[in-house]
């Protein structure tokens, strides 16, 4: 079972940036696809971004071209990259690498 570990959120004012990582044990994020997700107060759980092994990127349409997915593989690590926050993108983030999910990053965005 792998355990992704999320870092990087936090508060910050709208049209500001966070970059949030997403790193596991083992080698195991350089050889598979990893997702980003998050869940707002009150919502479902909804699609941010996901990188193949190879490094083909997938942003969702919302958040496009404010979200870009990058992967360091010697790093092990997998960054989301957000620009030009707002407020509505105040939610926690999560990792998925295989079917497993990390603990998750509060990102909060304040108007």
């Known amino acids: 079972q792998v355990q992704p570990v999320e870092s990087g959120g936090g508060l910050v004012q709208a049209g500001g940036s966070l970059r949030l990582s997403c790193g596991a044990s083992g080698g195991i994020v350089s050889l598979n696809p990893v997702g980003w997700y998050r869940q707002a107060p009150g919502k479902q759980r909804e699609f941010v971004a996901a990188?193949?092994?190879?490094?083909?990127?997938t942003v969702a349409n919302s958040m496009r071209g404010r979200f870009f997915i990058s992967r360091d593989n010697p790093k092990n690590t997998v960054y989301l990259q957000m620009n030009s926050l707002k407020p509505e993108d105040t939610a926690v983030y999560y990792c998925?690498?295989?079917?497993?999910w990390g603990q998750g990053t509060q990102v909060t965005v304040s108007s």
């Open positions: 990188i193949t092994a190879g490094g083909a990127a």
């Open positions: 998925k690498i295989r079917n497993d």
